[in-house]
């Protein structure tokens, strides 16, 4: 687990604004009609157009920019030309970038045209599920506190489910590090010295709920890369790279959308 000094914070926050920049322009491109593939390239040029490298490209031999996951597709969503946008979809666009040899990480889970009422109250408890788990989180906190906020707020307030095979995670020099961040509350062996590992100040961390409007199993489609719901249902994503501060957070993904 990484801390980062000042100067490290602020390259990771000029990564941040940049995700940010590159997810709202995204956001005012998602129409029915559009490919995936195109708001890839608009992230992309937008994040080489300020001085930064797309974090996610090369890593692990992924080509791309950006993760476009639609409709029962969670995570790792590869652009293409003929995936086209369809009114009343959702599309989940995580993006990345590198600025000055620090990096930031974000996702945002939007509806296309006009979304089903389902569908809206899925993207809500989502994005409620990050705000729950940072109310409190500052310093000295556990791992494993970030996952039982998410975990405890589903399960109270609504029917959904949450991912268990994906996880948040530290970000700095690379966009994965230490720790792992889990959504839930695990109940491996496994996993309890790392929920149990208290987050220093000037940790860099991404926490990222993943939720699902069916059973939480997945299976992965033959691009080797593209993760989907098994049920085929809906699913969503929020993600925000956050700096760990003495007596709360600073979010660095921070686009108001």
Same mark, same amino acid.
């Given at each position: 687990m990484h801390t980062y000094n000042e100067t490290q914070i602020e390259n990771i926050r000029r990564a941040g604004e940049i995700v940010s920049s590159a997810l709202l322009a995204v956001f005012k491109a998602i129409k029915p009609g559009v490919s995936t593939l195109e708001l890839n390239r608009i992230a992309e040029d937008l994040i080489l157009k300020s001085n930064a490298e797309p974090a996610f490209k090369d890593h692990r031999s992924f080509d791309f920019a950006t993760c476009m996951s639609v409709n029962e597709e969670i995570v790792h969503g590869k652009p293409r030309a003929d995936k086209i946008l369809q009114e009343g979809d959702i599309i989940s666009v995580d993006i990345g970038a590198r600025y000055n040899g620090f990096c930031a990480d974000a996702a945002r889970t939007f509806g296309v045209g006009k979304i089903s009422a389902e569908a809206q109250d899925l993207l809500q408890h989502t994005k409620q599920c990050f705000i729950e788990a940072t109310k409190s989180l500052k310093a000295g906190n556990r791992v494993g506190e970030i996952g039982r906020h998410i975990e405890y707020y589903i399960k109270h307030n609504t029917t959904y489910g949450i991912l268990t095979n994906y996880f948040g995670h530290g970000i700095g020099r690379n966009v994965h590090e230490d720790p792992l961040i889990p959504n839930f509350v695990p109940k491996i062996a496994q996993l309890e010295a790392i929920i149990r590992k208290k987050l220093p100040e000037n940790t860099a961390i991404c926490i990222?709920?993943?939720?699902?409007? &069916?059973?939480?199993? @997945?299976?992965?489609?033959?691009? &080797?890369?593209? @993760? @989907?719901?098994?049920d085929g249902k809906l699913s969503a994503h929020h993600e925000n790279t956050l700096i760990i501060r003495k007596n709360g957070v600073e979010v660095v993904t921070d686009s108001h959308i």
């Open positions: 990222e709920p993943m939720i699902c409007a &069916g059973d939480n199993a @997945v299976k992965t489609k033959s691009d &080797g890369w593209t @993760v @989907v719901m098994a």
